[in-house]
T-cell receptor, first 113, second 114 residues
Framework: AQSVTQPDIHITVSEGASLELRCNYSYGATPYLFWYVQSPGQGLQLLLKYFSGDTLVQGIKGFEAEFKRSQSSFNLRKPSVHWSDAAEYFCAVGGNQGGKLIFGQGTELSVKP | NAGVTQTPKFHILKIGQSMTLQCTQDMNHNYMYWYRQDPGMGLKLIYYSVGAGITDKGEVPNGYNVSRSTTEDFPLRLELAAPSQTSVYFC?????????????FGPGTRLTVL
């Protein structure tokens, strides 16, 4: 079955600290992996995506993610968090199998001053 | 270029009433989607469309209907509203199939059914 698991429902980090949000997926074919961010009261915006090639991908706002096929993971990282990064983050998996996107439950990030 | 627009932003509906949520995109995307978002549940696909005149069910289609008469518009119809349809609804669009391409989301419609 196709699925995405984000083990952390809520994470709090201090401003300036590093961040890692976890994402594990299950997909029966070559996965296309996405991270979206949702600011309060807003729609979702793409942070980054992985289709193939270099397993470390760079996105907007200083975020990066690493694809690890052996661990079925696609964790999101940022070296230094800013207060404006407080938002909800969604990992998603898709591909040519069914043509739809499967979203994780989301991780809410709070940033302490 | 407005992207994906949705109306209304907020609405309160009484049980048994019907309404249509509007969605328009100006990016000439072939693919359009309707999702609902419930707390702690991520986004669930309700219906999607691969082009004008072609629609298909997603994961949670019961209680909803859609149509796609033009490339730009993809309205979502709620018939006989129930409290279980209280949710935030997002419309999205993409150039290629949504499993492989970036989806662009509207700002959402927050619907309460009382």
């Amino acid at each position: 079955a196709q699925s995405v698991t984000q083990p952390d429902i809520h994470i709090t980090v201090s401003e300036g600290a590093s961040l890692e949000l976890r994402c594990n997926y299950s997909y029966g074919a070559t996965p296309y992996l996405f991270w979206y961010v949702q600011s309060p009261g807003q729609g979702l915006q793409l942070l980054l995506k992985y289709f193939s090639g270099d397993t470390l991908v760079q996105g907007i706002k200083g975020f990066e993610a690493e694809f690890k096929r052996s661990q079925s993971s696609f964790n999101l990282r940022k070296p230094s968090v800013h207060w404006s990064d407080a938002a909800e983050y969604f990992c998603a998996v898709g591909g040519n199998q069914g043509g739809k996107l499967i979203f994780g439950q989301g991780t809410e990030l709070s940033v302490k001053p | 270029n407005a992207g994906v627009t949705q109306t209304p932003k907020f609405h309160i509906l009484k049980i048994g009433q019907s309404m249509t949520l509007q969605c328009t995109q100006d990016m000439n995307h072939n693919y359009m989607y309707w999702y609902r978002q419930d707390p702690g549940m991520g986004l669930k696909l309700i219906y999607y469309s691969v082009g004008a005149g072609i629609t298909d069910k997603g994961e949670v289609p019961n209680g909803y209907n859609v149509s796609r008469s033009t490339t730009e518009d993809f309205p979502l119809r709620l018939e006989l509203a129930a409290p279980s349809q209280t949710s935030v609804y997002f419309c999205a669009s993409s150039w290629r199939t949504g499993g492989t391409d970036t989806q662009y989301f509207g700002p959402g419609t927050r619907l309460t059914v009382l």
